[in-house]
T-cell receptor, first 112, second 115 residues
Framework: KQEVTQIPAALSVPEGENLVLNCSFTDSAIYNLQWFRQDPGKGLTSLLLIQSSQREQTSGRLNASLDKSSGRSTLYIAASQPGDSATYLCAVKAGANSKLTFGKGITLSVRP | EAQVTQNPRYLITVTGKKLTVTCSQNMNHEYMSWYRQDPGLGLRQIYYSMNVEVTDKGDVPEGYKVSRKEKRNFPLILESPSPNQTSLYFC??????????????FGSGTRLTVV
């Protein structure tokens, strides 16, 4: 059974810092991995999608990497801003018709 | 705009009163799914559908029903809601075609309170 872990559960950083959010998964046989952002009580916004054959994806200040063999992904946020404060969720998909298995998320607070 | 639309956004109901939460997607996705999100438990899949007239149980299906009569719609039905179904619910869709990437799109959520 796939398990996804995100540690730590919460993180507080000063504005402007570059930061890395970690995600680990137990079964390396994945179809893709997706990073989401969730603001309190709101929906999930997809940030980046990495296919199993890819090593990284970039969007603006965000960069996500994938190392299937070690069961790890990282989300890199450059020059963090208070508006980046949210919960970041990592999720893996086992196959084309599979559900997403989510980590519990990392709640990020960026202090002005 | 490509999106998943859920209604209502907020719902307060009483125990035992049947309710339906609607979900519609405009991306011609084959796969649709319902999740619930609870503090400390994260997101858990309730039911999913791989295409029209094909549905199956997820991890926490008890107390819920779904149907998929049309490709775009996937309603969640609570026949007799109970307080333990108070939660934040999300509908999501995805293509199962390799050339479409397979990423999930989520709706904005439905906050359900059962009293």
């Amino acid at each position: 059974k796939q398990e996804v872990t995100q540690i730590p559960a919460a993180l507080s950083v000063p504005e402007g810092e570059n930061l890395v959010l970690n995600c680990s998964f137990t079964d390396s046989a994945i179809y893709n991995l997706q990073w989401f952002r969730q603001d309190p009580g709101k929906g999930l916004t997809s940030l980046l999608l990495i296919q199993s054959s890819q090593r990284e994806q970039t969007s603006g200040r965000l960069n996500a990497s994938l190392d299937k063999s070690s069961g790890r992904s990282t989300l890199y946020i450059a020059a963090s801003q208070p508006g980046d404060s949210a919960t970041y969720l990592c999720a893996v998909k086992a196959g084309a018709n599979s559900k997403l298995t989510f980590g519990k998320g990392i709640t990020l607070s960026v202090r002005p | 705009e490509a999106q998943v639309t859920q209604n209502p956004r907020y719902l307060i109901t009483v125990t035992g009163k049947k309710l339906t939460v609607t979900c519609s997607q405009n991306m011609n996705h084959e796969y649709m799914s319902w999740y619930r999100q609870d503090p400390g438990l994260g997101l858990r899949q309730i039911y999913y559908s791989m295409n029209v007239e094909v549905t199956d149980k997820g991890d926490v299906p008890e107390g819920y029903k779904v149907s998929r009569k049309e490709k775009r719609n996937f309603p969640l039905i609570l026949e007799s809601p109970s307080p333990n179904q108070t939660s934040l619910y999300f509908c999501a869709s995805s293509s199962n075609l390799r050339n479409r990437g397979g990423g999930y799109t989520f709706g904005s959520g439905t906050r359900l309170t059962v009293v």
